[in-house]
């Protein structure tokens, strides 16, 4: 089983003396060791308050994606009433577990997800009734015209080439920056940033290894 660990501290200090990131690390570690996991790669956020910006969950979520990994983090009660962390991966559908819980998954997430967004929305619902009023005034909800325009982009040939050119690019621009990380490390040949890629455990589009030549088509979509 492939994992990628994300690590969450609450300030710079916490940050810098690695309080409270030690047991978390070890806590995947054994949760790794335990289940014959292999981690691929860890995050670590230092993030404080009501901050939703997360860069270093957004790149945890990107690797379990492209490489089809499960994200791991050390404590799920943590992260109970954190609606931006329960509500992204929510969103995205990556697979999920908490070493501290390893029976927790996607269903557990959308239950904690919107038990915590409505415990937040409750701190400011005089704000958030305001907005809604102003909405209802003003607003039309939803986008009519969204069903039609994906039936229409699916009929004919023309469009399924189009879609999976669209697909193509879409996986592209996935990789780069993980293809960006490589090369302001160092690795900038086709041959290192396949075996790169491979020693990841991230996969090409049609699920194989990566060559000089499946890294030459990538560079050049990601070029286009």
């Known amino acids: 089983m492939k994992l990628v660990a994300y690590y969450r501290v609450s300030t710079e200090r916490q940050g810098r ?17 335990q289940s014959g996991g292999r981690v691929l790669d860890s995050f670590t956020e230092v993030e404080s308050g009501k901050r939703d910006d997360r860069p270093e969950l957004a790149r ?17 009660d943590r992260l109970s009433r954190d609606a931006a962390f329960l509500l992204t991966l929510q969103k995205t559908g990556t697979r999920f577990t908490a070493a501290d819980l390893p029976n927790a998954d996607e269903t557990t997430v959308g239950v904690l997800a919107i038990v915590a967004q ?10 958030k009734e305001a907005l809604a009023a102003a909405k209802v005034r003003g ?5 009519p015209n ?46 290192g940033i396949a075996d790169a890629l491979n020693s990841r ?6 699920g194989k290894q990566w060559h000089k030549s499946s890294v030459r088509n990538l ?6």
């Open 219 to 224: 560079l050049d979509r990601l070029a286009a």
């Open 60 to 76: 945890a979520l990107l690797l379990a994606k492209v490489t089809g990994a499960t994200l791991v983090i050390a404590k799920l």
């Open 118 to 127: 409505r415990e937040r929305d409750a701190t400011s619902r005089r704000t």
């Open 146 to 191: 969204g069903a039609a325009a994906l039936r229409r982009a699916g009929k004919g040939n023309a469009a399924a080439v189009a879609a999976v050119r669209i697909r193509a690019q879409s996986r592209a621009a996935d990789l780069g920056p993980i293809v960006d990380d490589l090369r302001a490390g160092g690795v900038t040949s086709l041959g």
């Open 139 to 143: 607003t039309r909800l939803g986008n």
């Open 17 to 33: 003396s690695g309080l409270g990131l030690e047991a978390q690390r070890t806590a995947v570690e054994t949760y790794a060791r």
């Open 201 to 206: 455990g991230i996969e090409t589009p049609q």
